[in-house]
Structure formats: C-alpha cells, structure tokens
C-alpha cells in the first residue's frame, strides 16, 4: 500500500449508513442483530457453529464440533461426512430449483453459456466420471491449469466430488512454477485446454503444461478440454498414451456419479502461494470448515438471494475464485456469472457492459481493478445502466479512500452499501468485512470481525494496541490445516508470535475508536501487485540464476494503479555496473520464464552494492525509502554508508 494511500486512509473520517430500502430486506437487518449473534459465536462457539453447519447436507453427523486438542492442528466437525459437491450442486438440482441458472457464463470474444443446475449435476457428474476412467481415486491429487471457462468451476466440483484434491494452477503461471508445483503436490494428472481468450489472443496452455510436466514422473495423464465446446478443437500437440481429450473421454461416461462420502477433515483442495521465504508452500484446505465457513460468509456477506445474479471477477485460480466464484455462491443456490476476459476488451466497459447485459445484482472486484477503471474515464460508465446493481465488495489489498468514494459513486451510484472485504488463501473465507445491511462503512476499513473470529490488533508482547500486528485469537472452521509437506513452516509462518497462542496472518493494522480495523498491508516480504502476492525472495533466486548476476534484491513501492509494483536491484558479476537493456530483457524473460509475467519488475536498477547492516542484512526499508524519495534518517548501521549515495544517483537515472 502506498504511504499516500496510508496517509488517506489515517486522515479517513466518512461513515456511510447502510441504506434503509437495502437492510429492509438484507438477510441481517439492524447491528443490534449483527452485535447478539457476534456475541453468540464468540460466547457459545461450538453451539453456533454447530446450528450453521445444520443448514447444509450430512451422510452423517459429526462428534465434536472443534477438536482443539492437536493445535495448531484443528479439526471441525471432525467425525462428520458431507460432500462440498453435494451441497453446491445436487442440494439445488432438484424440484423447480433445478431449472434456475447456476453458471451464465460469457467468453471474451462474447460467447455464451447458461448452465442450470440440473445441467451443471450432469456436467459435473460426466467430469468425474471421466476422472475416474483416467484412474483418479480418492485421495489422489490433480493439478488444473485452465482458462476462465465453466469447465474450470466444473473441474473443481468434479474433483470435490469424487473426493480429488484438486490444486489449481492460475493460468497465468510459467512451466517451472507448473513443474514446481505438481512436483510438491504429486499430482497424478493434469487438467488444461486447447486455449482460452485473453486481450483479443488465444493462451497456449498446452504447450506451457507439456513443458512443465517434462520430468514430472508421477504425472500420468494430461487432460485436454476443447475451448469450444461445440466447435472445432484447436490446433496442440498431443502425446499418445499420456493425453487425452476431454470431449473423447466424456462421451463414453454417465451422468450418474453419487458423490463420495467425505471424512469432515478430508483434504479438499491445496492451493500454492508466497511466502516471505523459498517456494510456494501449498495451503491445505479440508471439506468440512471449508464448507461451512464458505457457506455462511457468502450468505452474509454478499447477502446473497437465489434471483441474485453474483459476479466475483476473480480468476479460480486464486482463493477468492474458489471461495467465492465456486463454493461459496454455489452452496447459497445462487447465480454465478463468470467472464473468460480481459476488462477492457475490446474497450474499458466491458465490464458495465455485462452488468447491464446479465443484470447483475452484487458484483465483488479488487482495488486494482477500480482504479484502472477510475484511469480510463467515467464515460465508459455512463454508457450503461447499472441500475441491476445493489451491492458491491472489494477484495485484494486495502482500498484508498479515493477508489473507495469513485466506486461507490459511479458503479454504486451512492445507494450500494460497499463490503471491503478482509481475508487470505490461508484463511480460506472472509474474516474481516462489514455486512451489507448492518455496518456503518468507512472508505478503506474492512470494520469488523466477522461471526467467530475474534480478531485484534497486538504488540509483539501480545499487548492490544492501537496500531500493530493483525492477530486472530480463535481457530475459524476453515482456517488453513498446514503446508503441505512442511509442518515446520507451518509453525514458523503462522504460530512464530505471542508463543504460538494466535494465528498470525503476516499484515499490519489499526484500530480505531470504533474499534474499526484498517488493515495496512503485509509487514513481511510479501509483496502485493494487483492483488497477487508475490514474494520477493522467489524473484531475487530467479535472478540469481542468471550467469551474470551476482546478487539480487527485490522490494515493493507504491504504484497508482497495482497497489504495489517491483523494483529490482541487480549486482552484477565483474566490475560491470552498469547493465544493459538487453540484460534488463533476459532478466525480464527469466521472471516470466520461472514465475510468469505479471511478475515482471516495474523496474531493474543495477547498482555497484547493496546496503547492508554489519551482519550482512539487506537494509530493504531503506532501499524503498531511497526510491520514493523519502528522508532516509539514521543510517550508522550501515557497514558502508557510501552506498547510499550511489544507489540515489542510480535511482535517479
Ligand atoms: O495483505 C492482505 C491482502 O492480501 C493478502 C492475502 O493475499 P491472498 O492470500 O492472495 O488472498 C487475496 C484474496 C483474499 C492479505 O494478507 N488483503 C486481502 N484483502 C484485503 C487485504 N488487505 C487489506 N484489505 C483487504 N480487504
């Protein structure tokens, strides 16, 4: 987050009233409501919990409703069996409910699909069918890298439903970090497509997975989805004995596929993301808190209604899309659109365009987003009627006041309450929000815990304190189960503070009188660029591997429209300091080589040194402060001081 958007939001005093016509009919209607059931889920938490899991279906009831007895290792409803795919999709694949719209779907070239849910129980029903033809067992762990087309959503529930650990890829990875991560997960297949729609150009996902999985031994197969379902298929290599088709495999499969009986604390899915630290650790999520916790935030938070028309433009491959695209919307027998493209393509309203087209009713997007769409102009906007519209979230990273006040303006046309909504792929659901008919909103505060989460803000003595480090004191149903294969970092990441007591998320915060939580930002070596984090150790040993770099150092400075953009240092090997734009570029192509693009720098700056403290330590915060310019006060313990200078005149070039 930038310090101006720091300033602004500490400057923040707006409070905006949650509109009378809305809470009339929100699900949750007045804050007296909101403050007895927050007091219930904190007081008699087991109880509460227990009567929410209720509302979704059980083979069998659980035991216990929280097992805290291996912590940090909690199991929720823990002797209970459900199927995340039953609830999502069977519970409303009947009656009339059947007929409802659970997926419209548009493809960037304006495309589309409606899948209702009787359609999308046959859909998902044939997919796990087809897994179970090509081997697939329970248990066993699938990779998908895929386009935003249904079959992504559809590729999840198949899994889910046969009891398949699915590990979703965002499409936008490189064939190493494909490599790395079906490597870690051991997946046995791999799910992609011939191509899908991006800015007016087709992805090649084929050829990026075949060169990922070149020396991946326990991968066994490689299933290939056509874009057009249709249509003809496109042009991709195919290995015999290894690929298969999706269109071939499925047509030999029955749509009739009972969903298997899960163990509440079975492994549901493993999403990969970064640390401050190494690799990419796999997140676990389990079916059982996972499911509730999903569940009732979606209920809630988005107030969702089954003539709602919900639209998250997440992409699956991140935790918001599989919490709030597929799980969440889906258990609450709502509509989902889901859009394959680019925002502005092919101009900067496609987004209101499908608004008005679809009559979206609660639309759920990230900062970033905003403010691009604050950058190209109102009149994309006024084009359109958004008057579909009644509520509005923002996910990501904290929201400036500024895009905050234009949202609720221009899209929310001032009668939509705004959910800032707080949360982490480890967290596996909202944790932080206002909810829509209850909470007094202030531009760039996600406000208050939401049921169950007893969240504060702590010293490190685990003091409470105006302004410190975001802790969450009790375990949540879906809070993440570990790192794969790594209990260690595990315990290192989450449970290194206040003597493993609380869950520590790795952010920043305030709270202030009204005991409003404005989140901060990361106070690790996370780095938020357009609501993806990307840890800057994971760029620095990628540069590294290039012959000519010596050492690498990588940090996060302000950016008007990402939030965050990457500035690279860059020492070289020899006496050379100075680089060249052709190294820029090979340095470039190796970022998108071993991480993917939208990891590429804002900026390389090669430089003779690097600041250090006398152990050796690079002095990250005074890299940032000399590239914004800020007063770079004491800087003794440096063990060269003369690097400053020379770094500034760098930075200046
Ligand atoms: O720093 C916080 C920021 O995004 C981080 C989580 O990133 P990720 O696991 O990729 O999940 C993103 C989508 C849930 C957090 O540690 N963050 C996310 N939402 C907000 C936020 N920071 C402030 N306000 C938010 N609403």
């Known amino acids: 987050m930038s310090s101006d958007t720091i300033e602004s939001v500490m400057e923040e005093s707006r409070k905006f009233f949650p509109p009378e016509a809305f809470a009339a009919s929100a699900h949750l209607k007045s804050f007296a409501d909101y403050e007895t059931m927050y007091r219930r889920s904190i007081d008699s938490s087991e109880e509460f919990w227990g ?3 209720s509302e979704l279906h059980w083979f069998k009831k659980w035991d216990t409703v929280l097992d805290e007895s291996e912590k940090p290792f909690f199991k929720w409803f823990d002797g209970g069996k459900t199927n995340i795919c039953y609830n999502a999709v069977d519970r409303h694949a009947t009656g009339v409910k059947a007929n409802q719209a659970a997926i419209i779907w548009e ?24 897994l179970k ?101 496109l042009e991709c290599q195919m290995h015999e004995g290894r690929d298969v088709w999706y269109d071939d495999i499925a047509a030999k499969q029955s749509s ?50 089954e003539d709602d028309v919900y639209w998250c433009t997440a992409d699956v491959g991140w935790i918001t899309g599989h919490s709030y695209i597929v799980y969440g919307p889906l258990q609450n027998g709502t509509t989902v659109l889901m859009y394959e493209g680019a925002p502005n393509w092919p101009e900067p309203d496609r987004f209101w365009e499908i608004i008005d087209k679809h009559q979206v009713s609660v639309f759920y997007t990230a900062p970033t987003a905003i403010r691009a769409f604050m950058k190209w102009g109102d009149e994309w906007v006024d084009k359109h009627d958004l008057s579909s519209l009644r509520l509005l979230g923002s996910v990501g990273e904290p929201i400036n006041p500024e895009a905050w006040m234009w949202y609720h303006k221009h899209i929310g046309q001032e009668k939509c309450p705004i959910v800032d909504t707080w949360w982490q792929t480890e967290t596996g659901g909202i944790l932080i929000t206002p909810l829509p008919g209850v909470t007094p909103t202030k531009p760039g505060s996600a406000t208050l815990p939401f049921f169950g989460v007893d969240a504060a803000v702590l010293d490190a003595e685990g003091n409470e304190v105006d302004a410190g480090l975001l802790a969450i004191r009790k375990p949540w149903p879906s809070i993440l189960r570990g790192v794969f294969g790594d209990e260690q970092r595990f315990r290192d990441t989450y449970w290194c503070n206040w003597d493993g007591k609380y869950y520590f998320p790795g952010d920043g915060a305030r709270r202030d009188e009204d005991g409003y939580i404005w989140v901060t930002g990361r106070v690790d070596d ?18 590294v591997e290039h012959p000519a770099v010596a050492e690498s150092a990588v940090i996060g400075v302000p950016h008007d429209i990402k939030g965050e953009g990457l500035v690279a240092f860059v020492l070289l090997r020899g006496t050379d300091t100075n680089g060249s734009d052709q190294l820029r570029k090979e340095l470039n192509a ?55 200078e020379n770094l500034k005149s760098k930075c200046a070039e």
Request: charged residues 25%.
């Open 51 to 53: 009567e929410i899991a």
């Open 107 to 130: 493809g960037e070239p304006g495309d589309q699909r409606v899948l209702t849910y009787r359609d999308l129980k046959r859909e998902v029903s044939i997919f796990a069918n087809s």
């Open 133 to 233: 033809a090509l081997g697939i067992k329970k248990g066993d762990s699938v990779a998908i890298y895929l386009p935003m087309t249904p079959e992504l959503a559809i590729a999840l529930l198949a899994c889910a439903r046969i009891g398949a650990v699915h590990s979703v890829i965002f499409a936008g990875f490189s064939a190493e970090s494909i490599r790395d991560r079906v490597l870690d997960a051991q997946s046995k297949l791999v799910i992609t497509g011939d191509g899908g729609w991006r800015r007016g150009k087709m992805l090649e996902l084929k050829s990026v997975v075949d060169k990922g999985v070149e020396h991946c031994a326990c991968l066994e197969h490689v299933l290939v989805i056509p874009r057009n379902v249709s249509g003809p298929r």
């Open 256 to 305: 009739d596929c009972p969903c298997e009986e899960m163990d509440s604390e079975d492994m549901l899915f493993l999403l990969y993301t970064s640390g401050s630290t190494g690799k990419p650790k796999g997140i676990m999520h389990t079916v059982g808190g996972y499911s509730v916790y999903t569940y009732l935030t979606s209920k809630y938070v988005f107030d969702l209604k």
């Open 526 to 543: 996370v780095v938020n660029v357009s609501g993806h984090r990307i840890g800057t150790a994971e760029l620095e040993s990628a540069f």
């Open 590 to 644: 190796l970022i998108a080589e071993k991480i993917g693009k939208f990891a590429k720098p804002e900026k390389i700056i090669f430089s003779a040194d690097l600041p250090k403290t006398r152990s050796g330590k690079i002095m990250r915060r005074l890299l940032r402060d000399i590239v914004t310019g800020k007063e770079l006060g004491n800087i003794t313990t440096l063990a060269d001081p003369s690097v400053v």
